[in-house]
T-cell receptor, first 114, second 110 residues
Framework: DSGVTQTPKHLITATGQRVTLRCSPRSGDLSVYWYQQSLDQGLQFLIQYYNGEERAKGNILERFSAQQFPDLHSELNLSSLELGDSALYFC?????????????FGDGTRLSIL | GQQVMQIPQYQHVQEGEDFTTYCNSSTTLSNIQWYKQRPGGHPVFLIQLVKSGEVKKQKRLTFQFGEAKKNSSLHITATQTTDVGTYFCAPQTGANNLFFGTGTRLTVIP
C-alpha cells in the first residue's frame, strides 16, 4: 500500500461528458503529480502541484484541468471527453517538489469512454 | 529538450536467464530513478542513482549510472516469474522530476 488513494477505481462514461478524478496523497507529502497511461503505453506526465500551487505542466490538454486543495488532496477534471481519453490515470505524490524525491503512486483510475 | 530512449521495448526470457534494460539520455542527468510496474499494478519506486559511475544492488537487481551521467542500466540476474512487469527509468534534470522512459516490458517464461 503506497498510501496514495485514488477514487474512483473505475469510471465509465460517454463522449462529451465531464468527470472528476480524486487523489489523496500520502500523509506528509506536499507534491502531487498526475499521469496518463494509455493501453500498453508509458507514463505521460500531465501536471504537478506543490502545496496548493501549480508547479509544472506537461502535455495536458486544454480540456483537462486540475487543482490541489488546502488539505492537499487533488482533483483532475476532464471535460468534453473523447474516445481517445480512455486510459489509466495515475496520481503520485512526493514529499516535496524537487528532484531526488521518489514518487509514490496510487492504484489509478481506469477511465473508459464509450 | 530532453530525449530519453529506453531499450529494449520488450524482452522475453526463460526463467533463470539474465535481463538488462538500458536508459539513454541525450543530456547529462542530475540523477535517475527506476520504477517497476507489475501487470495491472501501479509503478513502484525501486532505486535512485545520483553519482557518476554509481552501482547499487538489490538482491538479484544491479543498477548502474554511467560515468557521463547520460545513461543507466538495470540488470536482473537469474530472472524469476516474480520479475515480470514493465521497468521504467525516470531520468531527472534540473529541478524537475517529471519524465519517465518508455519502459521495457519483461516477460519471464517458466
Amino acid at each position: 500500500d503506497s498510501g496514495v488513494t485514488q477514487t474512483p477505481k473505475h469510471l465509465i462514461t460517454a463522449t462529451g461528458q465531464r468527470v472528476t478524478l480524486r487523489c489523496s496523497p500520502r500523509s506528509g507529502d506536499l507534491s502531487v503529480y498526475w499521469y496518463q497511461q494509455s493501453l500498453d503505453q508509458g507514463l505521460q506526465f500531465l501536471i504537478q502541484y506543490y502545496n496548493g500551487e501549480e508547479r509544472a505542466k506537461g502535455n495536458i490538454l486544454e480540456r483537462f484541468s486540475a487543482q490541489q486543495f488546502p488539505d492537499l488532496h487533488s482533483e483532475l477534471n476532464l471535460s468534453s471527453l473523447e474516445l481517445g481519453d480512455s486510459a489509466l490515470y495515475f496520481c503520485a505524490s512526493s514529499v516535496d517538489a524537487g528532484r531526488n524525491q521518489p514518487q509514490h503512486f496510487g492504484d489509478g483510475t481506469r477511465l473508459s469512454i464509450l | 529538450g530532453q530525449q530519453v530512449m529506453q531499450i529494449p521495448q520488450y524482452q522475453h526470457v526463460q526463467e533463470g536467464e539474465d535481463f538488462t534494460t538500458y536508459c539513454n539520455s541525450s543530456t547529462t542527468l542530475s540523477n535517475i530513478q527506476w520504477y517497476k510496474q507489475r501487470p495491472g499494478g501501479h509503478p513502484v519506486f525501486l532505486i535512485q542513482l545520483v553519482k557518476s559511475g554509481e552501482v547499487k544492488k538489490q538482491k538479484r537487481l544491479t543498477f548502474q549510472f554511467g560515468e557521463a551521467k547520460k545513461n543507466s542500466s538495470l540488470h536482473i540476474t537469474a530472472t524469476q516469474t516474480t520479475d515480470v512487469g514493465t521497468y521504467f527509468c525516470a531520468p531527472q534534470t534540473g529541478a524537475n522530476n517529471l519524465f519517465f522512459g518508455t519502459g521495457t516490458r519483461l516477460t519471464v517464461i517458466p
